[in-house]
């Protein structure tokens, strides 16, 4: 399976169309709202909750956007869809909660936030959802091991993988360097055999997404646009952008 026209036909709002200025936080409902009025495509992250559901958060942690603090994964969902985005009266969605809000008027990337740890239950509570849903989705994750689950659990959704050219600072060394190495040049692409490649804007061009898109037929997004520069960089290399910092033009 190809991935789908829709995902590639319109400009992708990274965590929906936010602007902290206006008060529209990443992730939050307004920050949906935004997206779907100027018919943009929206990315949001999952995060699980400790009673299995999946939430609409990027951090692990709650604080650095929100009130409150700790991880996600020590409150259920009921008490984080009680958390508030800071300065606002919004609260945290469920993904559920997302995909009735959107319903289908724009296409939705789905990004599942990966612990490293070898669970599936965010892949299968996030599969359980969106076989009923009738809109477009997709979904994606840095995890090799979550987008093999995404090929065995619900192979028909269409599925990426998120990459960069290298994992060797930050965070990233919180991983074993087999983890690491398993991620690198898209080696895993003949097990869980993704439909795109979302790919950090600032390392291409890079011989691995080029051979994913021109040799094998896979649509490549980039993240994160905030530059005209790297948005040059998405039109000479790439398929579509995930965008943030600004509003593109029709």
């Known amino acids: 399976m ?21 008060g529209i936080i990443e992730n939050m409902p307004g920050a949906m709202h935004a997206a779907i009025a100027g018919n943009f495509s929206i990315e949001v992250d999952v995060q699980l909750s400790a009673d299995g559901e999946a939430m609409v958060h990027h951090d692990d942690d709650l604080g650095r956007l929100t009130e409150g603090s700790g991880p996600l994964l020590a409150r259920t969902a009921a008490e984080l869809k009680a958390v508030t985005f800071k300065d606002t009266p919004e609260r945290m969605m469920s993904l559920g909660d997302l995909l009735a809000l959107v319903d289908g008027r724009v296409g939705l990337v789905i990004e599942i936030k990966s612990h490293f740890d070898g669970d ?11 076989k009923t849903y009738r809109g477009p989705a997709a979904w994606m994750s840095f ?59 600032k390392q291409l061009p890079a011989p691995a997404p080029w051979i994913a898109r021109n040799l094998f037929g896979c649509a490549l997004i980039t993240w ?27």
């Open 224 to 250: 994160t646009v905030r530059t005209p520069e790297q948005r040059a960089i998405t039109q000479r290399w790439a398929d579509q952008m995930t965008f943030e910092g600004f509003v593109p033009e029709p």
């Open 120 to 130: 599936r239950q965010l892949v299968r509570r996030t599969a359980e959802l969106l």
């Open 143 to 201: 995890d090799p091991d979550q987008v093999l689950a995404m090929r065995e659990i619900a192979p028909e959704i269409p599925r990426g993988i998120t990459a960069q050219r290298s994992y060797d600072d930050g965070e990233w060394l919180t991983l074993t360097r087999a983890q690491r190495d398993g991620m690198l040049h898209l080696r895993h692409a003949f097990r869980t055999r993704p439909h795109f490649v979302s790919y950090w804007v």
């Open 2 to 22: 190809r991935a789908p026209d829709w995902l590639i036909a319109r400009p992708v709002a990274h965590r929906g169309l936010h602007d902290r200025a206006r």
